[in-house]
């Protein structure tokens, strides 16, 4: 009965090709577990986002003005953008930026400076709803005044 089973695999069996195979599939599943990977990257003109397709099948894609060193780039360096870290990053060698997707999909775009500075422009920001908003609260009285604390 060994001797047929022997015959069935094509290998040898060593203690070193087991520690080999062993340590390669925890290598693999500790990438896999790292957070999301991409499959493709490109910058898309007609949308002006850059679009990654991750390896889940997933599509996310960003305005490159939301992010610090791309606001300010031409379509053609936008275009110049590969993959690296096994999926997990984008690089534009042209604009030497370099960026985490795990931390792009978790919507950091920069540096905490410029997340500061985002949140200030968008704060900014004017539209109709936000004009009717505020007139409807003035006729209210305007924001409450803070209430006043009663330490002794």
């Not at 275009?79 to 534009?92: E, Y």
């Amino acid at each position: 009965m060994a001797n047929q089973w022997q015959q069935n695999w094509d290998f040898e069996f060593t203690e070193e090709a087991l520690a080999e195979e062993i340590a390669q599939a925890e290598a693999e599943a500790a990438l896999a577990e790292d957070g999301p990977r991409a499959k493709s990257v490109q910058y898309n003109r007609e949308r002006n986002l850059v679009e990654v397709q991750l390896q889940n099948g997933a599509i996310f894609a960003f305005p490159p003005h939301l992010v610090q060193g791309l606001d300010t780039a031409t379509p053609e360096q936008l275009d110049d953008v590969w993959l690296g870290g096994n999926g997990q990053s984008l690089h534009w060698p042209s604009l030497d930026a370099d960026f985490s997707l795990p931390a792009l999909v978790q919507g950091i775009f920069g540096s905490r400076n410029w997340m500061a500075e985002l949140g200030r422009k968008g704060g900014q920001k004017t539209s109709t709803a936000k004009h009717q908003a505020a007139r409807e609260n003035g006729k209210k009285g305007g924001r409450p005044k803070k209430a006043k604390s009663s330490r002794m």
